[in-house]
């Protein structure tokens, strides 16, 4: 796959895994999630960096993922930590980092000039390992933009990282998610512009399946392209919410069939179903079908 289009991939699902424990690593493709993100920060202690840079390589070099993607998040820049998460990341072939606690774009330059490096020093194709960026902050949500194009040949995209935005906004947790309103829009409008990918935050109340449904349509109908979560039990549903239906595949397929044969005839504005329709509703529509075709269940011919 050209790096191009490992760029714009299907990620609906990306699930955290401690790459500190081996028993996780080793089968967790058989979940299928879209993408696996191998935790070096948040879930591995401080005295156990080490032994879990050892087993992440380890995973890296022996297991096939069967072609579920594998990001590593590895610790902020603040930490001593992040530059040999990196090597060692490149060094077992890693499809991509995730910067934690990611603020300004001279962070993700910083990040990639390391990448470059370990590339050169491991062998492996330059530009061939991805980025993403955490962003955890009021000060990241502000530079999201230029976060977005900080590397264009590598950026997959962003992700806002709830419980550290929470902490610094100073707000509580809401069913309704209104503390996350603003942070959420801002980030998704700075991806939208730049052209990259955005992805939603973790749900941890494994407990709570509806209001996990609930947060997942909702970002759906934001327009965020897939969410973190922590179980494979959370897969299903995520999945189903991102993946188009029947009904929405059919309807993309006349319109944009109607369009190109409005267009071929010289007509630019017309109603099919009673609704007026344009040009401008193809884009949407090719969309609803690149997904179907991505997450396997379009078998038209567009």
Same mark, same amino acid.
């Given at each position: 796959?050209? $790096?191009?289009?490992?760029?714009?991939?299907?990620?609906?699902?990306?699930?955290?895994?401690?790459?500190?424990?081996?028993?996780?690593?080793?089968?967790?493709?058989?979940?299928?999630? /879209?993408?696996?993100?191998?935790?070096?920060?948040?879930?591995?202690?401080?005295?156990?960096? /080490?032994?879990?840079?050892?087993?992440?390589?380890?995973?890296?070099?022996?297991?096939?993922?069967?072609?579920?993607?594998?990001?590593?998040?590895?610790?902020?820049?603040?930490?001593?930590?992040?530059?040999?998460?990196?090597?060692?990341?490149?060094?077992?072939?890693?499809?991509?980092?995730?910067?934690?606690?990611?603020?300004?774009?001279?962070?993700?330059?910083?990040?990639?000039?390391?990448?470059?490096?370990?590339?050169?020093?491991?062998?492996?194709?330059?530009?061939?390992?991805?980025?993403?960026?955490?962003?955890?902050?009021?000060?990241?949500?502000?530079?999201?933009?230029?976060?977005?194009?900080?590397?264009?040949?590598?950026?997959?995209?962003?992700?806002?990282? @709830?419980?550290?935005?929470?902490?610094?906004?100073?707000?509580?947790?809401?069913?309704?998610?209104?503390?996350?309103?603003?942070?959420?829009?801002?980030?998704?409008?700075?991806?939208?512009?730049?052209?990259?990918?955005?992805?939603?935050?973790?749900?941890?109340?494994?407990?709570?399946?509806?209001?996990?449904?609930?947060?997942?349509?909702?970002?759906?109908?934001?327009?965020?392209?897939?969410?973190?979560?922590?179980?494979?039990?959370?897969?299903?549903?995520?999945?189903?919410?991102?993946?188009?239906?029947d009904r929405e595949i059919r309807e993309a397929e006349r319109?944009?069939?109607?369009?190109?044969?409005?267009?071929?005839?010289? $007509?630019?504005?017309?109603?099919?179903?009673?609704?007026?329709?344009?040009?401008?509703?193809?884009?949407?529509?090719?969309?609803?079908?690149?997904?179907?075709?991505?997450? @396997?269940?379009?078998? @038209?011919?567009?």
């Amino acid at each position: 796959m050209s $790096i191009d289009k490992r760029l714009k991939r299907l990620r609906r699902s990306m699930m955290f895994l401690n790459a500190q424990r081996p028993g996780l690593l080793k089968d967790a493709y058989v979940y299928r999630p /879209d993408c696996l993100l191998l935790d070096l920060e948040d879930a591995v202690a401080e005295n156990q960096k /080490d032994a879990a840079r050892f087993s992440l390589y380890n995973a890296l070099k022996s297991v096939d993922y069967r072609g579920v993607e594998r990001i590593v998040r590895i610790n902020a820049l603040d930490t001593p930590h992040w530059q040999e998460d990196i090597r060692v990341s490149v060094a077992g072939g890693a499809d991509g980092i995730r910067i934690a606690k990611c603020e300004t774009a001279e962070d993700v330059k910083t990040v990639v000039k390391h990448i470059e490096k370990a590339e050169e020093e491991f062998g492996r194709e330059l530009g061939s390992t991805l980025v993403m960026a955490a962003l955890e902050s009021p000060l990241a949500i502000i530079n999201a933009y230029a976060i977005c194009t900080a590397c264009p040949r590598r950026m997959i995209g962003v992700a806002i990282s @709830g419980g550290d935005y929470r902490k610094s906004m100073q707000a509580e947790f809401s069913p309704d998610g209104i503390e996350m309103a603003a942070g959420r829009s801002n980030m998704l409008i700075a991806a939208r512009a730049a052209g990259v990918q955005c992805f939603d935050t973790v749900f941890t109340d494994l407990d709570d399946m509806e209001g996990f449904r609930r947060e997942v349509i909702m970002v759906k109908k934001m327009g965020f392209d897939g969410k973190s979560i922590i179980s494979p039990r959370q897969i299903a549903i995520v999945h189903e919410v991102f993946t188009p239906t029947d009904r929405e595949i059919r309807e993309a397929e006349r319109i944009v069939r109607t369009v190109r044969e409005q267009a071929a005839q010289g $007509i630019g504005v017309f109603t099919l179903d009673g609704k007026m329709l344009d040009i401008a509703f193809v884009p949407g529509a090719e969309r609803v079908i690149e997904l179907a075709k991505a997450s @396997g269940v379009y078998e @038209g011919d567009l």
